[in-house]
């Protein structure tokens, strides 16, 4: 198949090209590096004439509920035309676990993205996946001020992106998707194999690493949604496939 993936130069978009190529399919990448934008629309017609399937893998670049709103809704509502002219048969996106509950911040954003791709005429495949186990590194760095790291408490379930990857390509390239949905069709989910707490993770990481970095769990009382991820919101449902790759094989092997 002719697969065009947007995000393609990113964190998990690299991951996916990878993968399609490794299977035979002959893959577009887009991305501004690229000389595609998905929000402006420049180039992107061209990108995706005579492709059979768009994933979107792209990511907003900021945390802010308003700005990242508006680039997913953007990149959604513009895939969708331009898809739709191009005579696309589908749409993948990748999304996150529990968005749907969520009634502020990045994870609303994500939601109102789900929203809008749903929305339009090209039918659409949605993958909500846990937090990456490279999520655990990022989220160091952003809570780091001098020997302190601040790091949100949450509970998740991290995946692989290499995993994440297999599972995209597999919605973009499968009739009939041999994964259970998460329950009404269009949305699957993938989570790893078992549950861990993001501070312990940053912990680890930083430790073998040999990262002096001492991390502080924290939560923002101002966050309405807090106490959703205290219950487990951004963990898996029963139906969604778990990855086998854990955290600390990660850590083993990759860092
Ligand atoms: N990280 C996690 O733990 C996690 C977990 C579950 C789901 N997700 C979702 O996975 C998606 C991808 O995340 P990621 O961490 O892999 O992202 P990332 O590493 O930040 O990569 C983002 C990609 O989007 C491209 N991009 C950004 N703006 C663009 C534009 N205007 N036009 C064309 N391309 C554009 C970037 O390339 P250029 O900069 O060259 O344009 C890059 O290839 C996100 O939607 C995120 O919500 C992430």
Redesign the pocket.
Known sequence: MRIAV????????RHLVGVLEARGHEVVA?????G?????GDGLAAAVAGADCVI??????TTDQAAATE??TT?ARNLQETGERAGVRRLVV????GVDRFSGG?FAA?AAQERAVLSGPVPVRILR????H??AG?TLEWGRQGEVSRVPRMRVQPVA?EA?AEALADLATEAEPSAAASGEAPIWEIAGPREEELVDMATRLAARRGDPVRVEGVENPADPDRELVKAGALLPGPAATLAPESFEDWLSTAV
Request: no cysteine.
């Open positions: 947007a995000g393609a130069s990113g964190m998990v978009g887009i991305s501004r590096s690229a595609v934008d998905v929000v402006t979107d893998v792209t990511n907003a670049g680039f997913f990149v990748l999304s996150i676990l990045y994500k996946a846990a937090q990456f490279e999520f990022q992106a994440v």
